[in-house]
């Protein structure tokens, strides 16, 4: 019987250890840059099976300088795909949150790639903290 009850608990450990492992978690990064902050996060958690058809990202961005004509904004793009996707904020001091749906281009990516950016609103180059946040392997 002492046996049996060993055996029982040695599985289910194991399978709590498979599932810790496998279980699927948020793709998610955040940022700062100057008087802009983002946080972004997938709508669900993401297994690596699930890499091949996309998600949904949510970023929320905060303009701590409003009324100027600097705006922050986020760009994203998977692994693989040249073109990025761009989600801006409005000025104003409030946060404000902005989905896309992010879609590989041709295999499944390792990795998303992500600028949390401001804005100056004129010829010079944009101020960006750039990123990479790897994905669920497959």
Sequence with gaps: MAATASVALV?????????????PD????????????????????IRAEHLAF?????????DGAPGNRDRPYV???LEGCDDW????????PDPVAVTTRVEPCGTVPDALHWQVCQTHGGPFPDDCHDGSTDLPPT
């Design 11 to 23: 599985a289910a450990g194991f399978a709590g250890a498979v599932y810790r492992l496998t279980r």
């Design 26 to 45: 948020h793709v998610h990064f955040a940022a700062d840059i100057k008087a802009t902050s983002a946080s972004c996060q997938s709508a669900t958690p």
């Design 54 to 62: 996309g998600f949904d990202l949510t970023c929320t961005m905060i």
């Design 75 to 77: 760009q994203v793009r």
């Design 85 to 92: 996707q761009r989600l801006d904020h409005d000025d104003g």
